[in-house]
């Protein structure tokens, strides 16, 4: 029988906590303290802290915890579609098969109506520096961790058996994600439009309230495309940097979906708009060659380009709710990625996709 691990609070990691977390390993080493430095709430409650033990060599001393989030806002958004749940799975379940840059998992525990918690190494242990929300990136850095999600994308291109494989990535969760979705987006658009307030011009209120209002086409539309995992959450925040390498952070996300999905998100939250004007289309010719070298080929520049265009939408809609709910993210980066994402849509009329006659 395993250990619990799960935590509720950050005041429940404590010496005996930490030790539970250590023991799993069954290393036989022991632990002497911990310290917590810092308590971050969003759509998850995320607590670094130090461990002193006398297993320095082998595991940590710096971890990352995650545990659902103490803001009940954030908490009823993300507790039904079990996001932190589907991140705890991804780490136990698949994360060492999947090769691209990532946390190291030392402790992950799930129970159904007990609770959740994610035992990471924190990236900051080995030199690693966390990506800032509000972060631009510059178009070198963006071409690493384009390289970076065609090596996932290539891996699982077009695996009909994934949600047979691991069925947390299935349609169950999935099918309840957008039931919420539907219901609640033209309410939260409305709410998030008017607390974006200038930011998003006016003139795209009508456009953005009637693409809410047909979502559930949207994402069929959306979901026609080639199947792979995808990580679905790829902004600056999400990212860390290892010896100028990027890694990726945040896995509740993580969801088959078309690959091209991520590459829109990527350059829409990270890129200052007249820097991704200029390069989305060789970024995009980028992306292909990277498949093309993992043997994913005969893939039309003019149709990804057509899918990328269409999958701008989901970045502005995520920005645009995340403010409405509140309590996701830092008000200020929120508000930055939505002027970014705003510009993207705008930029390649993005709502005449959805809207048109």
């Keep these: 029988m395993s250990l619990s691990i799960l935590a509720r609070h950050p005041r429940d990691l404590t010496v005996a906590w930490a030790q539970r977390v250590v023991d799993q390993k069954k290393l036989g080493i022991t632990v002497s303290s911990i310290n917590v430095h810092s308590v971050d709430v969003g759509t998850t409650t995320r607590i670094r802290v130090t461990v002193e033990h006398n297993g320095l060599y082998v595991i940590p001393r710096h971890w990352f915890v995650k545990i659902p989030s103490l803001s009940w806002r954030s908490w009823l958004i993300t507790a039904l579609p079990r996001l932190l749940f589907t991140e705890v799975s991804f780490y136990k379940d698949m994360s060492h098969v999947v090769s691209v840059n990532k946390p190291t998992v030392l402790a992950a525990q799930s129970k159904f109506g007990r609770g959740v918690t994610l035992v990471l190494a924190d990236v900051t242990e080995y030199g690693a520096i966390p990506g800032v929300t509000r972060d631009s990136l510059t178009i070198e850095q963006v071409r690493l961790v384009i390289e970076q999600l065609a090596l996932l994308h290539a891996s699982f291109w077009n695996n009909v058996t994934l949600d047979q494989e691991y069925s947390w990535l299935g349609a169950p969760i999935r099918k309840l994600e957008d039931r919420l979705g539907k219901v609640l987006a033209v309410p939260l658009m409305k709410h998030g439009l008017k607390c974006a307030g200038s930011i998003i011009p006016t003139k795209l209120y009508k456009p953005a309230l009637q693409y809410a ?38 896995w509740q996300l993580v969801r088959i979906g078309e690959g091209v999905s991520d590459i829109a998100y990527l350059l829409a ?43 701008l939408i989901y970045p502005f809609e995520a920005m645009v709710v995340t403010l409405a709910v509140g309590g996701m993210m830092e008000r200020e980066s929120n508000l930055e990625l939505i002027r970014r994402a705003t510009a993207a849509v705008e930029d390649q009329k993005v709502f005449d996709i959805y809207n048109a006659d």
């Design 269 to 311: 939250t990270t890129l200052e708009p007249k820097i991704r004007k200029v390069h989305e289309a060789s970024l995009l010719v980028l992306y292909q060659k990277e498949l093309k070298k993992l043997g994913i080929k005969n893939l039309d520049t003019t149709k990804l380009f057509q899918r990328y265009r269409a999958h």
């Design 213 to 250: 209002r047909q979502r559930g086409e949207a994402m069929h539309l959306l979901s026609e495309g080639p199947r792979t995992l995808t990580h679905h959450d790829c902004h600056p925040g999400n990212l860390f940097w290892d010896k100028s390498q990027p890694g990726l952070l945040d």
